[in-house]
């Protein structure tokens, strides 16, 4: 199966995707530097934007990748690949990988159990689940930018209280992406971490190294959270925003580091 994964069909069907998004990406980047100049902004600035917009990209990048090793070993390196260049997250890619596992009776992503049914459920899967932003926005998003619009323009013209009910009704909505958003990850983060407790406390025996390593998924996410504490908390004391673009991957290479150091003692 992995043979099959791993096919040259694939990497060409991919491939091909991916190229032609890559094309879009430059063409639109490519437009947008000739209209700045046309509006008469300063050529040095817009290479410098160029040389920001290129090196703050490499880090968060460098998460995406460790995306794409994690998932090549069970469902090949084409299909992750796509799924991670285009339009899928990290997180979202792993978890529903994961979740249409289990459903279709694997024993989590393995590689050794995967079938061609099994693999077509979880791509299946991972498309449908998050096409419909791009299928909402054809809708919505004309709306949302206007309501967007009027909240900055509220908080621009009067940042105090002197804006109507209205526009402070519009600029509260601005926020709620985020607030949802948040209010999402922390929700997953509590399944995620409910059912590593779960299997932790289920696993019988006493002391921690009784549980048959059930304890190190734990231990790893402590790791993590501890790491993206640390980052944070650089962030805030120096200022430096570039660290925000890195603390998703830096806290995944810490946490994946200590997964190798703590699987040893189980």
């Known amino acids: 199966m992995t043979q099959q994964?791993?096919?040259?069909?694939?990497?060409?069907?991919?491939?091909?995707?991916?190229?032609?998004?890559a094309l879009v990406c430059v063409f639109f980047a490519v437009r947008a530097y000739r209209a700045g100049k046309a509006i008469g902004v300063d050529e040095s600035k817009l290479k410098q934007t160029v040389v920001a917009s290129v090196t703050f990209a490499i880090?968060?990048?460098?998460?995406?990748?460790?995306?794409?090793?994690?998932?090549?070993?069970?469902?090949?390196?084409?299909?992750?690949?796509?799924?991670?260049?285009?339009?899928?997250?990290?997180?979202?890619?792993?978890?529903?990988?994961?979740?249409?596992?289990e459903a279709v009776g694997l024993d989590g992503l393995s590689a050794s159990q995967m079938t061609s049914e099994a693999f077509t459920t979880i791509a299946l899967l991972m498309s449908v689940c998050i096409m419909w932003g791009m299928v909402f926005s054809i809708f919505t998003c004309k709306g949302y930018t206007a309501r967007l619009t009027a909240g900055s323009k509220s908080?621009?013209?009067?940042?105090?209280t002197g804006a109507q009910p209205s526009a402070k009704k519009k600029g509260a909505f601005a926020g709620f992406g985020d607030k949802a958003m948040t209010a999402m990850f922390i929700g997953l983060v509590s399944a995620y971490i409910g059912?590593?407790?779960?299997?932790?406390?289920?696993?019988?025996?006493?002391?921690?190294?009784?549980?048959?390593?059930s304890w190190l998924p734990l231990a790893v996410a402590a790791c993590g959270a501890a790491a993206m504490a640390v980052f944070t908390l650089i962030k805030e004391k120096t200022k430096a925003e570039w660290v925000d673009s890195f603390s998703i991957a830096g806290s995944m290479l810490i946490a994946m580091t200590c997964a190798i150091f703590l699987g040893k003692l189980v």
């Open 5 to 21: 994964l791993n096919s040259p069909v694939l990497y060409l069907i991919c491939g091909v995707i991916v190229l032609f998004v």
């Open 59 to 101: 880090l968060p990048s460098v998460g995406i990748l460790l995306g794409v090793i994690a998932l090549s070993g069970s469902l090949g390196i084409p299909w992750p690949w796509l799924r991670l260049s285009v339009i899928g997250a990290l997180h979202y890619e792993t978890q529903v990988a994961e979740a249409a596992a």
């Open 155 to 160: 908080k621009a013209s009067d940042p105090g």
């Open 195 to 213: 059912s590593y407790l779960g299997g932790w406390i289920s696993g019988g025996g006493k002391g921690v190294f009784a549980f048959g390593g």
